[in-house]
């Protein structure tokens, strides 16, 4: 986006559904001054270089910014505007849905139904994991976190952990959370969570000590970022038997190439990053990240603007 004053602006429009190619953006980013952006960008050194001076504001369609070189963003005096708050809703549900859908092995079960599988009622087949009487521990007790934690609560969860840099007291006295060490709540969930951002610290952070730690009988849930997730650990974790499934929104890298032998598992539920996918979600953002755009240009508070 070029923008003048009066304000007025002139759009560059990336008119697909597939991602800009980068030498697209790094041509077209050229002498901007704001630029929207989604997490399939990466917005590295090299695109700041590319922009120049005149960029001012980035809109990124997401609440995950670890696409976005913070570092080199802020030294730049760039504002970044994000997508918080109103996507948490349809992320929250859509994690307990892949939460269930991989506990009670659905896609396994409906595959049966098809194949012919399903061949009498037999009192073990197709047993899976209920979260009734369950502890539940999330890695990332933020918004997300804590409205996952909201939905399962009337499931008849009995106790929850979560994990972070500090307790949030505020949030965790309703659900009545325990703030533990990592290793505590591997070694005590039935159902591992994870909902915390991509950052330096939590980037590999389940890996093959994680899983080893974690019950024979938990399940395993990811809809964060992928590269929070060491995917060999997982993958031997799974075919050893030593956590029972994985329900992952989120892969290293997107899409997951269709040979990945994670995606050849029965006990591992793997979709296409869905977790904000409704249409009035989708359209809510869309909305938001404009309108942070434009009050970006005109030098106004943006809606929601990342605190760099
Ligand atoms: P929040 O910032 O509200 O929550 C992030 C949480 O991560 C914070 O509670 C933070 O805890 C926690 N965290 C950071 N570092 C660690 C750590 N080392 N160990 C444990 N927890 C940690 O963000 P949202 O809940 O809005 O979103 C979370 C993430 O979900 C996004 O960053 C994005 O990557 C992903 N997402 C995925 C979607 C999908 O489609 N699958 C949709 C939307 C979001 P603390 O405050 O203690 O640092
Ligand atoms: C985000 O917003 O970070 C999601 O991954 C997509 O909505």
Redesign the pocket.
Known sequence: VASSFPFSCSVQLWDSEEPVPRSELLAGVAGKDGLLCLLSDRIDKEVLDAAGPSLKVISTL?????HLAIDEIKKRGIRVGYT??I??D??AE??VALLLATSRRLPESVEEAKNGGWTTWKPLWMCGYGLSGSTVGI????????AVACRLKPFGVKKFLY????P?PEAAVELKAEFVP?DKLAEESDFVIV?????P??QG?CNREFFSKMKKTSVFIN???GAVVNQDDLYEALVDGQIAAAGL??TTPEPLPTDNPLLSLKNCVILP?????TYSTRNTMSVLAANNLLAGLKGENMPSELKL
């Open positions: 997401s609440v995950g910014y670890d918080p708050d996507l948490t349809a992320t859509l994690t890695i990332g007790l933020g918004r997300i976190g804590q994990t972070g840099h500090h949030k990592l909902t915390c951002s991509l950052m610290d939590t952070m809809t964060s970022r929104d989120v990053h869905i977790g904000s996918a």
